[in-house]
């Protein structure tokens, strides 16, 4: 198996892309967690699963959109 120049350059725009997504997504769990503990509540559902949650928001986008890019970069180039 061969690795392409543009499969490499499209995970490195996947991965950019994926950092800005999980740093948005971090944002608006905290977000959420701290509207509720303000609200008066013990911060639902994003206090309680915010290790889990936090797992995943950084698996998905960190791992996945490199892997989405280097496979879209390597298809479209050829």
Do not use: C, H
């Amino acid at each position: 198996m061969s690795i392409s120049l543009a499969g490499v350059i499209g995970a490195a725009i996947g991965l950019y892309v994926g950092w800005l997504d999980y740093r948005i997504l971090k944002g608006m769990l905290q977000a959420a967690e701290t509207k509720n503990r303000q609200a008066g509540g013990d911060g639902g559902a994003a206090a309680k699963y915010k290790a889990l949650l936090s797992a995943v928001i950084f698996v998905v986008p960190v791992i996945g959109f490199p892997i989405i890019g280097y496979w879209a970069a390597s298809a479209l180039a050829g």
